[in-house]
């Protein structure tokens, strides 16, 4: 990508922040880098060719994380934090840009097996879930493994998640009230999501929030999965710092077991059994009560 591109991208993403109420100084961030981008002498890729994120970081006088996203839209060509700003997130289409990983196999990834990130294809790809789907042979499913290891290794060489860096249950269910509220309250902006929205409709609540220096993003989870369950407005997508990279999370009611009715972090249901136990914890029954939705979209 040519300089002036990657500038206008930085600048779309300022915008859409400010438009959706995020922290002014995230926005002046982003701006900054901009301008900086817009008036190097080189381009940002050569410096990133022979310098690597250190070198984008030293002539921009962006942050670890600045410096990332940098790098993924000089690699890539996208930014997957501004497609979501722009309700174009899409999944499906993020599984189909693996190698050997075609349109069905993609679909059937993300509906059958709640794929919805290269981190989520990555652990399916190690315990076993992808050996036992048909078309998937040994050798697709090493060159699968080498391209995560590829795209995702980088990042983590560089910015490995400590235990400090991962948000606590009780963190990540403080975030998913707040946007429940919010949203249910009407107090959030919307947007328009490109996916199951033929209509163009802006009926998406975002919510830009932080705890500490730890920025989230909160949406309802705009997924095939989701729509078909009628569960769009009790799943609950965050995405969130973690090191130089970001993560992400999803806050759902859990169905059944002893954390039945409960708002709970999938994957890290022990961790939310253990929650709600402690008897010293005041906030285990502001945080796991499902909000009831009334708004219509």
Not at 149 to 156: D, E, I, Q, W
Request: hydrophobic share 35%; glycine share 8%; with cysteine.
């Amino acid at each position: 990508m040519q300089n002036i591109e990657i500038a206008r991208r930085l600048e779309e993403v300022a915008d859409l922040l400010e438009t959706q109420r995020a922290n002014p100084f995230r926005v002046q961030a982003y701006r900054r880098a901009a301008l900086s981008v817009r008036h190097l002498a080189r381009p940002l890729a050569e410096i990133w060719e022979t310098g690597g994120e250190t070198g984008l970081r030293a002539v921009t006088g962006v942050g670890e994380r600045l410096g990332t996203a940098l790098r993924i839209l000089i690699s890539t060509g996208r930014l997957p934090m501004l497609d979501r700003l722009r309700g174009e997130t899409d999944p499906v289409a993020l599984l189909e840009s693996v190698p050997g990983i075609g349109p069905r196999l993609a679909e059937r990834l993300h509906q059958e097996f709640e794929i919805d990130s290269l981190e989520d294809l990555e652990t399916a790809a190690h315990d076993g879930r992808l050996s036992d789907l048909a078309g998937i042979g040994k050798k697709k499913l090493a060159g699968i493994s080498d391209t995560l290891a590829a795209r995702l290794g980088r990042v983590r060489r560089e910015g490995r998640l400590d235990e400090h860096d991962a948000p606590s249950v009780d963190e990540l269910l403080d975030v998913d009230c707040e946007y429940r509220e919010k949203a249910s309250a009407a107090q959030l902006p919307k947007i328009a999501p490109r996916r199951f929205n033929p209509q163009g409709e802006a009926w998406l609540p975002i919510l830009h929030t932080q705890r500490g220096e730890r920025h989230y993003t909160a949406l309802y989870s705009n997924t095939a999965r989701a729509h078909e369950t009628g569960r769009v407005r009790d799943w609950v997508v965050l995405y969130f710092d973690a090191g130089v990279h970001e993560l992400q999370a999803t806050v759902i009611t859990s169905q059944r077991g002893p954390l039945a009715g409960k708002r709970i972090v999938r994957g890290r249901e022990t961790e939310c059994e253990a929650f709600y136990a402690s008897s010293s914890n005041g906030n285990a029954s502001t945080h796991g009560e499902p909000l009831v939705e009334h708004t219509a979209f």
